[in-house]
DNA sequence: TCAGCGATTAACT
DNA sequence: GTTAATCGCTGAA
């Protein structure tokens, strides 16, 4: 069942990145669909996080997708080579995200793999986001769309994870943010990395 | 218009 | 665990 409005529009960021552990991704390009179950995210929390492209109120035409009502995508191209896929949450003018890191495949396997340019799945196939985005058949020219649409999706199969199997580290590749490169903002299931 | 830069990846030891 | 490659968008002028 596909995720509704109130599930993204709480003002809890790093709640929800917890809670997306397990739920599925899809994607639908060229009538063909892939999903993957989100095995790891990061919590991106809004101005006051030095790690967040919105830190201190910064809006430009890039990050605005970020400041909209919780429920769509905001994907960005990162080392001008690799789009990044995100899920902003809270309510209009918080700027929070979620950046999914990890999926395993869940439907469309073959496809994911073609798409990664890759013959046999091996279990980090679709470890890290540059990866997520390839093999889900997203770029940066997403950003903005609705997660109630036909393009991207989120549901909820009914997957979920003991809090045992779950892993919280500070975040990745964000040195740069100080102090706040050290918050315990990702999650991950341990036996799936 | 254009210099700067990065929420990474792949390929190493 | 380490390090080098990389390139087109972003944002300010």
Redesign the pocket.
């Known amino acids: 069942m596909k995720l509704k409005s109130d599930f993204y529009c709480g003002d809890d960021v790093v709640a929800i990145a917890q809670l997306l552990l397990g739920k599925v991704v899809f994607t639908c390009k060229n009538n063909l669909i892939t999903a993957g179950i989100i095995t790891e995210t990061?919590a991106?929390n809004g101005i006051t996080d030095r790690?967040?492209?919105?830190f201190g109120g910064?809006r430009?035409?890039?990050?605005s997708v970020?400041y909209q009502q919780g429920g769509v995508a905001?994907i960005?191209?990162?080392?001008?080579?690799?789009s990044?896929l995100?899920v902003v949450t809270n309510v209009e003018n918080i700027p929070h995200?979620?950046?999914i890191?990890s999926v395993l495949p869940f439907e469309g396997e073959e496809t994911m793999l073609q798409r990664?340019?890759q013959i046999i799945y091996t279990k980090?196939s679709f470890?890290?986001?540059?990866?997520?985005?390839?093999a889900l058949g997203i770029d940066?020219s997403l950003?903005g769309t609705s997660l109630f649409g036909n393009k991207i999706w989120i549901e909820d199969k009914g997957i979920s994870f003991r809090p045992e199997q779950i892993k919280v580290t500070p975040?990745?590749?964000?040195d740069?943010a100080g102090s706040d490169a050290l918050l315990p903002y990702r999650f991950l299931i341990d036996e799936f990395h």
């Open positions: 990061e991106y790690a967040s492209h919105a910064k430009t035409s890039r990050t970020m905001y960005y191209l990162c080392y001008g080579v690799h990044l995100n995200a979620v950046l890191r990664r340019k980090k470890h890290g986001p540059g990866k997520v985005s390839q940066y950003t975040r990745i590749g964000v740069y």
